[in-house]
């Protein structure tokens, strides 16, 4: 049983004026049912709601859903509160994670019933079908979900809907639920100028290992390169390249394939850009950043000589901010390309741009200010010679 239909078999139990009650319970941030449930409407007051999430106990609510969204920004300003002293790395890093994983359990406290048909029987609700159905599919079943992560899926609606400007394509990237946007313009930017190389005069195959969104297939096929294959093991990034590659027309440049890694065949050109992290993800939603044990990393690296064409080279794009976090030494990454069989033939760097580089209140504002996006070019050292 896959673990997505294992999370979608789950119910969530309750008493209700006297009656056991069930529904089918959804997380997308695998949070399991809350064993302790009670219904709460507009009487419930921020501290109690509070105090109630911090102990265990769900709150299902029958009240207003404006009201609802008020109760749970005040449940978030009351479990925002930072360390008076940030704790050096990594300790730090782990700590953070550990206060976020918190702060999600606690508001994914505050639950919003579902009729059947994504409808949702509250007074002031929004009509959220379309964006359900967008991270969902289609249900005849009435359920319960967190509002925290309804509104993520709202969120995310609208992301899909007006779609990213990437000033590199002169088109908009639609980033689907749950697949990781490219907000971070950074790492395009180097993709966009790093030279190509020569085999693909002879060769003009590319592959994109982990596409997501597809947006690096799209910028290598804009750069001339006459097929592009991209591969993806998660469906919703299957599905959201394929409609964006459609959209863009270039669907006779570029296959969208279902892989772990690595399609068969060679390329000359290979690019992969994993989570940068080598952390284990709280959540399905968390895998385009958390890399447990550096996997896609090493796996990359591993495969990448017996992929690539007689002078073809293999783009790493990678942050340092796991250095930063003192999860990943610098040695460490050299020798998994030693190890691999490769040799470095250059490196472009890049600064980030975000908004948290700036955060000073940020619990790892000295890291992300510190933190440069590289691209590695690479090539299998027989080839270099």
Known sequence: MSARKKE???TLQWNESGSEMTALWRSESGHPPPKRV????DGMKADAAYRLACEGTALLWRGDFQNARQLLNAMARRADKRPAKPAPMPEGFHLHRLAKSQRSRI?????????PGHVIPLRRAPDVRKACIEAYGETNLPYVAPLRELLG???AHE???KGVEIRELSERIHP?????SPVRGEYLELVAKAP?????ESHPVAFDIGTGTGVLAALLAKRGIAHIIATDQDERALACARENISRMGLKARIEIVREDLFPEGRASLIVCNPPWVPARPSSSLEHAVYDPDSRMLKGFLEGLSSHLEEKGEGWLILSDLAEHLMLRERSELLA???NAGLAVLGRLDAKPRHPKVDDAGDALHEARKAEVTSLWRLTAKTTTS
Do not use: S, T
């Not at 009670?38 to 409407?41: G, K, L």
């Not at 508001?107 to 009729?115: E, Q, S, T, V």
């Open 153 to 155: 899926i709202i969120g």
């Open 8 to 10: 979608l078999d789950q």
């Open 176 to 180: 689907h639920y749950g697949v990781f």
């Open 38 to 41: 009670v219904v709460a409407d």
């Open 107 to 115: 508001l994914a406290m505050l639950l919003i019933p579902f009729d």
């Open 159 to 161: 992301w899909r809907r």
């Open 196 to 200: 190509l190389p020569k085999a693909l």
């Open 336 to 338: 998994m390309i030693e």
